[in-house]
């Protein structure tokens, strides 16, 4: 808070509480409310929005194929920073049309093939 604002609510002065008592309700922006009883006690709250409690989930652990799709959570929230939407977005993986020669069912290759490492790389081969 900068000093001139503190300068104005120091100057603010109530000169009989019951005033203020009698203004019950104080509704601000965004769903903010002020409510004083007749004891002086000030309660504040914050409305609900429009979403329901709990969590927004996507599709739960699956193993993905040519075609298949999964779901992720998505929301929609304001300047304020409440969310006031959830809902999911579904992503597809592409499908693989068409393999041609053994290449879809090979459990090795049609013919000797030369494999080469570089790097940091290691592996191990056998026929």
Request: charged residues 10%.
């Amino acid at each position: 808070m900068s000093a001139a604002d503190k300068s104005k609510l120091d100057q603010i002065n109530v000169s009989n509480i019951t005033d203020v008592i009698s203004a019950s309700t104080i509704i601000g922006s965004n769903g903010i409310s002020v409510t004083v009883s007749d004891a002086g006690v000030a309660t504040i709250k914050h409305a609900n929005s429009a979403i329901t409690a709990g969590t927004a989930s996507g599709t739960a652990t699956s193993t993905l194929t040519n075609g298949g799709s999964f779901k992720i959570p998505s929301v929609t929230y304001d300047a304020y920073g409440h969310i006031t939407a959830t809902s999911t977005t579904t992503l597809t993986l592409p499908s693989i049309t068409s393999v041609t020669g053994n290449a879809g069912t090979a459990t090795k290759f049609a013919s000797a093939q030369s494999v080469t490492l570089t790097g940091d790389t290691t592996g191990t081969a056998s026929s």
